[in-house]
């Protein structure tokens, strides 16, 4: 079965970086498409970010385009999702998600608060 574990949030401070993780298992991860997700409090669920098999190409929304950077090491079934800037605009929970199907984790809380 499908398991996506994300870690690292917390609190962080504008202007200072994080690095969030999730590792997969349960399909073989390097096959596919991995992307990162985020919820605010009364908002929708929203794409952050995504990035290729072999990590080559990475898309990002526009909101955190510059700020933050996705990737992935396939040796270790991890994808990253790396957040310099953060903005109080980018608190949220944050969730990994993959391709294969339509499963969601627990996530990880990213405050962003000075």
């Known amino acids: 079965q499908v398991q996506l574990v994300e870690s690292g949030g917390g609190l962080v401070q504008p202007g200072g970086s994080l690095r969030l993780s999730c590792v997969a298992s349960g399909f073989t991860f390097s096959m596919y498409y991995m992307a990162w997700y985020r919820q605010a409090p009364g908002k929708e669920r929203e794409l952050v970010a995504g990035i290729t098999r072999a990590g080559i190409s990475t898309t990002y929304a526009d909101s955190v385009k510059g700020r933050f950077t996705v990737s992935r090491d396939n040796a270790k079934n991890t994808v990253y999702l790396h957040m310099n800037n953060p903005k109080p605009e980018d608190t949220a929970v944050y969730y990994c998600?993959?391709?294969?199907?339509?499963?969601w984790g627990q996530g990880t809380q990213v405050t962003v608060s000075s």
């Open positions: 998600k993959t391709s294969w199907t339509d499963y």
